[in-house]
């Protein structure tokens, strides 16, 4: 999602909203990158290929998605064994929830931070000069 601007100022002024989810004891479980995983788990039903289509070591990707289920305290992902042909990973129904949801906060969260940088950055900064 491309970041905003200060309108009609010609400021070079942006503004970057990152969400980050917390379990019970504030540690951070889910950001963008979390998300961008299980987004391509569920595209491509394989974790290896997410992670590769991230350039993410496979390693990197399966520490996330535990910390993940640490996080939400249940499995966000069904394996199916037996290899490229009848094996794969997809979201259980809690995961694409949770990938829904994601999404949708995180589109509130950015057209409100839009919004608001706009209207605090609309004129232009006093005291011009360095």
Known sequence: MPRARARGTGSPLQIDVRLTLLDGQGQHF??????WLLAGIDRHRSIREAAR???LSYPKALRMLAKLEAGIGHPILVRHKGGSQRGGTELT???RDLLGRYADLLG???RFADGAFAAAFAAPLEGGGG
């Open 53 to 55: 289509e991230m350039e």
């Open 93 to 95: 129904s809690q995961g």
């Open 30 to 35: 889910m950001g963008i990158g979390v998300y």
């Open 108 to 110: 509130r969260v950015r």
